[in-house]
């Protein structure tokens, strides 16, 4: 007992039960302080947890940029990308990134062009996808399209291409599938974009993003 919290030998009984009562007293003070932080925390989690359920939800069913009724999408599926918010809800699908474009996607408008190497029909163009409607730019710093058009999705189908003389790994975009986008504007099957991404993982995501911007929700 001598050697107990350093006491000196000698030290007399009384002083160690004193002692004793004391360092039990601050273990029950301790303990009760520890049981009330843990129920603080476990609190706060409940706070933040239902805060960001709360915030998902408003996100879920925020409404567009201005509140306005969005206007019906021409049969051709083409849109100006000025007047994008008026088509799309906000906030929707997004993906971007640089893929090589087709000059002329369209076979009989391949044969019709020729060049001297395969780069001499395709161009390195910034794409942007925001909610169904797909959009390009010359560049990441440029930030409005040549054409001023945004492509709608919906009114459209996309299947990969793989071993293309243009390239490994590509992506068509055409108008369809059949019985949607039919029009004298876009025949249905007319091939709208012919992509190609720098390698398998960048194909894959688009592929799967652009797929998603064909279905009715995003």
Do not use: I
Request: charged share 25%; aromatic share 8%.
């Amino acid at each position: 007992m001598s050697k107990l919290n350093g006491l000196r030998p000698g030290t007399d009984v009384g002083t160690v039960r004193r002692l004793t009562s004391q360092a039990a007293e601050l273990l029950v003070s301790l303990a009760g302080e520890v049981e009330t932080l843990r129920a603080s925390a476990q609190s706060a989690d409940r706070t933040t947890s239902s805060a960001v359920r709360d915030r998902v939800q408003q996100l879920d069913h925020m409404p567009s940029y201005d509140g306005r009724p969005k206007k019906a999408v021409p049969a051709s599926g083409v849109v100006k990308y000025s007047e994008l918010s008026d088509y799309q809800n906000f906030p929707c699908l997004y993906h971007e990134g640089y893929l090589m474009k087709s000059r002329a996607p369209s076979r009989m408008l391949f044969k019709r062009r020729k060049s001297n190497n395969l780069l001499g029909n395709l161009h390195r163009r910034f794409f942007v996808l925001q909610g169904h409607f797909l959009t390009y730019f010359k560049s990441h710093q440029v930030k409005k399209p040549s054409k001023d058009l945004s492509v709608d999705m919906r009114l459209h189908s996309v299947k990969p291409l793989r071993n293309h003389e243009f390239g490994q790994f590509g992506v068509e975009v055409s108008a369809g599938p059949a019985g949607a986008g039919k029009s004298d504007e876009q025949p249905a099957g007319k091939v709208v974009f012919l992509l190609f991404a720098s390698s398998q993982p960048v194909h894959k995501m688009w592929l799967q993003m652009l797929s998603r911007a064909c279905t009715k929700d995003v």
